[in-house]
């Protein structure tokens, strides 16, 4: 079975500054998707950014950047100058039957 | 642009009772979903639905859930007789088709609290 598990469960950055979140998971496919979803204090699931597995290029969205290791099978998430809006909880998530959820890193952005 | 939506925003019910939870998903989707995320806990996935019937379940998903797409833009979740453990967020999610990006759209949740 794919797990997804996320270390962090919490963070906390200064305004302006760049914050890694980390994520693995375990899986014996070899294509597959994976994402980033941010959970503000709504709960709505927003998804952030979405990385293939068969491109070897990291998925960049504006301040958003992930680092995926394929063979290490990690997926770190980089936010540059981290606004307040930022702060939220964070879900890196596997496309398995469903999406396969870690169990999230709360994101505190300190102005 | 297009999103999915969940009624109602709240549900409250006592245990015993039925709910149905309802969503509207992204009008060319194919592929639906139902999530819950137990407050303080990650998001878990219960089913998905393609063409008219479950292609997925979960072990949660047990003989007290059922869902239904009763017309061309309704999913509906329905849980029989509600637990004092069904206390949670339900999210529905759509998808438009395998092989396009793949990602799942989630509408606001519906928060179901059972007293």
């Known amino acids: 079975a794919q797990t997804v598990t996320q270390s962090q469960p919490e963070m906390s950055v200064q305004e302006a500054e760049t914050v890694t979140l980390s994520c693995t998971y375990d899986?014996?496919?070899?294509?597959?998707?994976l994402f980033w979803y941010k959970q503000p204090p709504s709960r709505q699931m927003i998804l952030v950014i979405r990385?293939?597995?068969?491109?070897?290029q990291n998925a960049t969205e504006n301040r958003f950047s992930v680092n995926f290791q394929k063979a290490a099978k990690s997926f770190s998430l980089k936010i540059s100058d981290s606004q307040l809006g930022d702060a939220a909880m964070y879900f890196c998530?596997?496309?398995?039957?469903?999406?396969?959820f870690g169990q999230g890193t709360r994101l505190t952005i300190n102005p | 642009e297009p999103e999915v939506t969940q009624t109602p925003s709240h549900q409250v019910t006592q245990m015993g009772q039925e709910v149905i939870l309802r969503c509207v998903p992204i009008?060319?989707?194919?592929?639906f979903y139902w999530y819950r995320q137990i407050l303080g806990q990650k998001v878990e996935f219960l089913v998905s639905?393609?063409?008219?019937?479950?292609?997925?379940k979960s072990e949660i998903f047990d003989d007290q859930f059922s869902v239904e797409r009763p017309d061309g833009s309704n999913f509906t979740l329905k849980i029989r007789s509600t637990k004092l453990e069904d206390s949670a967020m339900y999210f529905c999610?759509?998808?438009?088709?395998?092989?396009?990006?793949?990602?799942?759209?989630f509408g606001p949740g519906t928060r179901l609290t059972v007293l």
């Open positions: 998530a596997y496309r398995g039957s469903g999406l396969v």
């Open positions: 899986t014996s496919e070899s294509d597959y998707y």
């Open positions: 990385q293939e597995a068969y491109k070897q």
């Open positions: 009008s060319n989707h194919l592929y």
């Open positions: 639905f393609y063409n008219n019937e479950i292609s997925e």
């Open positions: 999610a759509s998808l438009e088709g395998r092989g396009s990006t793949d990602t799942q759209y």
